[in-house]
């Protein structure tokens, strides 16, 4: 993992240096908000380990030039699930933070392709009931590493729309592999 980040740093250094040196304009920057929806495969610890499914909603906004922006993003999503014939049900509630850096680049004139790496914060709630009895659980709040992609296609100049996978590596110890959220969605540069 360590390795990866390596590389992601080192291709945003790279390429913001090389794209500031070709634009002649490091100071501009601008504001740019996006509501997002998505979908992403989670990994879930109660009641064992294993991986599931669930809708999310949020918003985005980066901040600067688009060779090297810095990006905050705020998501919430709950799924529901059933186990043992219906006897037991769990309800997970998670807010999910990320706050990091984007790399964007132009292909063509409508056609943009962004990097993103970051640091990624999650708060859980769990809630399990079975036979009536409802019991809650509320994990520590931890902060795990981000990188992914995504393409935006520029409409009338002020309007995009975005689609993009990211990969959050979450190292627990009952799961190896990183969770993976694909979004699509529109931005509003203002």
Excluded: C
Excluded at 36 to 56: A, D, K
Aim: aromatic residues 10%; neutral net charge; hydrophobic residues 35%.
């Amino acid at each position: 993992m360590k390795n990866i980040l390596r590389f992601v740093s080192f291709i945003l250094i790279i390429s913001s240096s090389t794209n500031a040196l070709a634009y002649g304009n490091i100071s501009k920057g601008n504001l740019t908000i996006e509501p997002i929806v998505g979908y992403e495969r989670v990994q879930s610890i109660l009641p064992t380990p294993h991986t599931s499914n669930r809708l999310f909603y949020g918003a985005r906004a980066n901040w600067g030039p688009q060779y090297l922006s810095l990006e905050a993003e705020v998501t919430q999503s709950k799924e529901d699930e059933t186990y043992n014939s219906g006897t037991v049900e769990m309800a997970e509630t998670s807010t999910n933070y990320k706050l990091g850096l984007r790399s964007a680049y132009n292909i063509g004139s409508s056609l943009r392709w962004y990097l993103r790496a970051g640091a990624s914060a999650r708060e859980s709630k769990y809630e399990r009931t079975e036979a009536g009895v409802t019991t809650t659980q509320e994990p520590a709040t931890y902060v795990s590493p981000y990188a992914g992609s995504g393409l935006s296609i520029n409409m009338l100049g002020v309007f995009s729309l975005n689609a993009g996978i990211t990969a959050v590596f979450t190292n627990h110890r009952e799961i190896e592999e990183p969770e993976y959220q694909s979004s699509l969605g529109f931005s509003i540069r203002i």
